[in-house]
């Protein structure tokens, strides 16, 4: 069984930055494509980027590309989502996912596992 724990969330001012962490625990994700989604209250989740296995394949909505940028350390089973020039648009609860697959994916049912969320939270 897989477990998906992000941190790193937290309260921050328009134009700040943010480190997102999602740590895998269960067994080694090293062949597994990763994402970050996001949701707010009563709306529906949102893809934010997605990391091929090995790293290489990295993709991004169209919201956040050129400020976030996600990247992994199979050594140490780990995920990232460098959040930067954050916008009041981008609050919301930031959930880490693992496919079984090892290409990147960006439709949420592409993923099997998923993290609790962390809250990301942008002030104006």
């Known amino acids: 069984q897989v477990q998906l724990i992000e941190s790193g969330g937290g309260l921050v001012q328009a134009g700040g930055s943010l480190r997102l962490s999602c740590a895998a625990s269960g067994r080694t994700l090293d062949f597994n494509a990763m994402g970050w989604f996001r949701q707010v209250p009563g709306k529906e989740r949102e893809f934010v980027s997605t990391i091929s296995w090995n790293g290489k394949i990295t993709n991004y909505s169209d919201s956040v590309k050129g400020r976030f940028t996600i990247s992994r350390d199979n050594a140490a089973n780990t995920v990232y989502l460098q959040m930067n020039s954050l916008k009041p648009e981008d609050t919301a609860n930031y959930y880490c996912?693992?496919?079984?697959?090892?290409?990147?994916?960006?439709?949420?049912?592409?993923?099997?596992?998923w993290g609790q969320g962390t809250q990301v939270t942008v002030s104006s």
């Open positions: 996912a693992a496919r079984t697959a090892p290409t990147a994916g960006i439709q949420g049912n592409q993923y099997s596992w």
